[in-house]
């Protein structure tokens, strides 16, 4: 795969040259030969179809994920979430260490430690990571999935991008299962605060414990806003909102 340069851009095929337009700029790709219905069935291909398959597994794997957290991904501007989590995804397939080649799973492989630690510490936002967001260390209860942050003082513990007057935290109790697809998530009460408040504790508690067994992921997420007139508005495609797994069980 190539780049086009210069002023004239080619769409289509020539000479089994493919050259199309995509998210990274203009593209020039080789047309291969090899037909769908070859790759399915010759054995030659043993090895592409068995790392289709995994691929396939770890994509419906990031996808799972990225659905049960719809309610909390809302107004974070992530880019590349969907290509970053099936990377990790297919990490984590690979601590499959039980099932054949073609067949390890993000299911399996979810249940070592090593695989955990892979998906634990992912920002949603890279250009806005909690770590660079909040600067007050917080305390998670796993058991409960209560996350307490003590004596936050907002004007001097959170980085406040232009413009913002107040942020709200809140927190994510997620119950995954990547070997049955079940997922029951839970959101915690949201706190909000204005740039000048006084210190306090920070306390976020989920509406109930996740049902299910699976693997456990909590969350950490700070949103901006800009107070005009007593009502509080976005700030931009929340591009300094962020989101992390600050732990993952």
């Known amino acids: 795969m190539a780049r086009q340069t210069g002023l004239l ?14 998210k990274d700029g203009d593209i020039a790709k080789m047309k291969t030969s090899v037909d769908a219905a ?31 957290l719809r309610n909390i991904t809302v107004n974070i501007s992530g880019t590349n979430n969907v290509a970053r989590i099936t990377q990790i995804m297919s990490k984590i397939k690979n601590q499959d ?28 936002n890279p250009s806005a990571m909690l ?7 917080y305390v998670l ?5 209560v996350i307490t942050i003590a004596g936050l003082v907002p004007a001097t513990d959170l980085t406040w991008p232009p413009s913002a007057t107040h942020v709200s935290i809140t927190g994510g109790f997620l119950n ?18 204005a740039t000048v408040a006084a210190g306090s504790n920070v306390t976020l508690t989920p509406t109930a ?14 949103e901006y806003f800009q107070q005009v007139n007593n009502i509080q508005y976005p700030l931009k495609n929340g591009a300094f909102n962020c989101l992390k797994i600050i732990e993952v069980a």
Do not use: C, H, W
């Open 9 to 22: 851009k080619i769409k289509g095929t020539l000479d089994n040259v493919t050259f199309y337009k995509s």
């Open 38 to 68: 070859r790759i399915a069935n010759d054995p030659a291909f043993a090895r592409t179809r068995e790392n289709g398959k995994e691929f396939g597994n770890s994509a419906s794997a990031g996808k799972l994920l990225r659905d049960s």
């Open 97 to 124: 260490i039980t099932s054949i080649r073609g067949q390890r799973n993000v299911g399996v492989g979810i249940v070592n430690a090593t695989a955990k630690a892979l998906l634990k510490g992912f920002d949603f």
């Open 131 to 137: 770590g660079s967001m909040l600067y007050k260390p």
């Open 141 to 145: 209860a796993p058991a409960t999935g």
């Open 176 to 193: 995954i299962n990547f070997a049955t697809n079940v997922v029951d998530f839970k959101l915690t009460n949201v706190v909000n605060l």
């Open 209 to 222: 414990v996740p049902a299910g067994t699976g693997t456990k992921i909590f969350l950490l997420k700070l």
